[in-house]
């Protein structure tokens, strides 16, 4: 079993910055096959970036220069830094670890970025 626990979302002004976190408890051995997806209002769930199982890094488009993603070993947690940040990036964002065929999820965290 793994468990993730989200946090440091909020409201924030366009062009502004914010950092998520997720971490990881239970059955850990990686943080590769680590990832944030999101849901904004009336659209399907996304990827946003994540480690892919090798280790690389996979950014969706629209995010990619604006968003970073890292990881803690040491505290089983991966963080998402959001930096100029648009309306367009209003979404409820969910922490992902992939293990074989099973995905676990948090409990999402809301950003909202107002124009």
């Known amino acids: 079993q793994v468990q993730l626990v989200e946090s440091g979302g909020g409201l924030v002004q366009a062009g502004g910055s914010l950092r998520l976190s997720c971490a990881a408890s239970?059955?850990?051995?990686?943080?590769?096959?680590m990832g944030w997806y999101r849901q904004g209002p009336g659209k399907q769930r996304e990827l946003v970036a994540q480690?892919?199982?090798?280790?690389?890094?996979n950014y969706e488009d629209s995010v990619k220069g604006r968003f970073t993603i890292s990881r803690d070993n040491t505290k089983n947690t991966v963080y998402l830094q959001m930096n100029s940040l648009k309306p367009e990036d209003t979404a409820i964002y969910y922490c992902?670890?992939?293990?074989?065929?099973?995905?676990?999820w948090g409990q999402g965290t809301q950003v909202t970025v107002s124009s």
């Open positions: 992902n670890k992939r293990v074989g065929i099973v995905n676990y």
């Open positions: 480690f892919t199982s090798g280790g690389r890094i």
């Open positions: 239970g059955s850990i051995f990686s943080l590769n096959g």
